[in-house]
């Protein structure tokens, strides 16, 4: 046992949470110390160096494992889990389904809900919102976006983009392409145009795994020649943004234009 529960209770919304207390040393935490506040013993364990601080707190089935550490005013509740060497602190909010693990970490006045996974060294803050079935992962910093994806994308997501189209990531941005007329109207949409210096989003993207399917299509330079494009785009889009990366290509539901690779158009 490296902790008991305390007689210092919060009631939070009918629950009652209970302040705790170590009893031993670990981590940074030293005997006596007072952490946060839990609903139940289930909810951190008493294995490793996990630990909540100062005014966090967690409950309902939620748990907090392995390393990983919730402090500052964070809130994990519902079926989350936090662990291995994940830090959730500030203001964030981690619920639902969701977990957060590996060197994640979620702060500020971020949440996390839904069945999303935060993991690798990913980062999500400010006011980022990520729910529903997004995956947020490897290098990722995420701030003020509001993420959503019935979609899991591969694991190996920038290893995919790198291998189909060739095109590199930097800064959780992929640098691509895309043939237009010249009107910078869409190839199978005269209606739609894109404009240079503004990001360029679709309302109701497919979001199934079909690679032709509706959506921004970009790739390599040389990659839509056969549809016969008078001019080409230089665009980037976020990794967060795209639905598939499959046959050479990339499907997104938002791209910035950055410019006109063949001049400048007026």
Known sequence: MK?????????????????????????????????????????LSHERNSWVYGNARVSGN????????????????????????????????VYGNAQVYEN??????????????????????GNADVYGNAKI????????????SDLS??????????????????NNEVYCYKHVNDNLSSLHDENFRYKVGEWIE???????NESCAPGLHVSHASYFEGNNGNKVLFCKVRLE????????????????????CDGPVF
């Not at 907090?64 to 994990?76: D, F």
């Not at 990722?140 to 976006?145: A, C, L, T």
């Open 3 to 43: 902790y008991k529960l305390t007689n210092n209770i919060k009631k939070v919304n009918d629950i009652t949470l209970y302040q705790i207390e170590a009893l031993k040393d670990f981590g940074d935490v030293k005997t006596g110390d007072l952490g946060g506040f839990v609903e139940s013993e289930t909810n």
């Open 202 to 208: 679709v309302t109701d993207p497919d979001i199934s």
């Open 137 to 148: 992962f490897e290098n990722q910093y995420i701030k003020f976006s509001r993420v959503v």
């Open 62 to 93: 939620a748990q907090v494992t392995g390393n990983a550490r919730v402090y500052e005013n964070a809130r994990v509740s519902g079926n989350a889990q936090v662990y291995e060497n994940a830090m959730v602190y500030g203001n964030a909010m």
């Open 153 to 170: 994308l591969p694991e190996n997501l920038i290893e995919n983009i790198q291998s189909q189209t060739n095109l590199k990531v930097f």
């Open 241 to 260: 943004d795209i639905i598939t990366v499959q046959e050479g290509k990339i499907r997104c539901k938002k791209l910035f234009v950055i410019g006109v």
């Open 104 to 125: 994640a970490r979620v702060y500020g006045n971020a949440r996390v809900s839904g069945n999303a996974q935060v993991y690798g060294n990913a980062q999500v803050y």
